[in-house]
Structures are given as structure tokens and as C-alpha cells.
């Protein structure tokens, strides 16, 4: 069972910006990570991924504000969020994909105050 372990999340005013982070226990080499969040009230929705070939997508309502990458010597993928807005206030969840089967993390918090 691969375990992913996010940090990251914070308080912060609208405008800000902040970086998490996702370590996995362990990845192989094709595979896919990226991030959902959960809002208050709301069903998970996507936000972004990154292949292991460092192809992404994301969500139309955070494209140009969040971006995501990953260290792949550190089984790490990151999200920068700038600009950010009250409606991001959510958890975060980390997945990864391999073989078919997806793993995921246990979220973090990011509040936007307006």
C-alpha cells in the first residue's frame, strides 16, 4: 500500500499564495499524480495532474494561478496557488495512479480569508 503524505495547507488573506506538497512511499515509473479538493458543502472536484512524463491538466477554474509539478527523485508532486481566492478554501487531496490502482492522502487545509 502506498502511502502519500500531504502538507502544506494553511490560513491565508485572498491574494496570497501557498505551496503543498505530497510525498509518496513509493512510485513506479509510469504513472500519474495530482490533486482534488473538497469545499465546504460541495462535491470533490478535480484541480490538476502531472504524468510521469511531466504532462498536465488542470481545472479551468485554476488554470493560471495554480501550477503543478514534481521532484520525481523525491517521489514529490507540489501545487503552487497564487491569486488565490475565498472559493479555494477546501481540503486537499493528493492521489497517485499506478497500475490501475489509485492511492490517497489524508488532505490538508487551505482557508482563504476575503
Known amino acids: 500500500q502506498v502511502q502519500l503524505v500531504e502538507s502544506g495547507g494553511d490560513l491565508v488573506q485572498a491574494g496570497g499564495s501557498l505551496r503543498l506538497s505530497c510525498a509518496a512511499s513509493?512510485?513506479?515509473?509510469?504513472?500519474?499524480m495530482g490533486w482534488y479538493r473538497r469545499a465546504p458543502g460541495k462535491q470533490r472536484e478535480f484541480v490538476a495532474l502531472i504524468n510521469s512524463a511531466g504532462g498536465t491538466n488542470y481545472a479551468d477554474s485554476v488554470k493560471d494561478r495554480f501550477t503543478i509539478s514534481r521532484d520525481n527523485a523525491k517521489n514529490t508532486v507540489y501545487l503552487r496557488m497564487n491569486g488565490l481566492r475565498p472559493e479555494d478554501t477546501a481540503v486537499y487531496y493528493c492521489y497517485l495512479d499506478q497500475f490501475g490502482v489509485r492511492s490517497w492522502g489524508q488532505g490538508t487545509q487551505v482557508t482563504i480569508s476575503s
Open positions: 513509493a512510485i513506479l515509473s509510469i504513472n500519474v
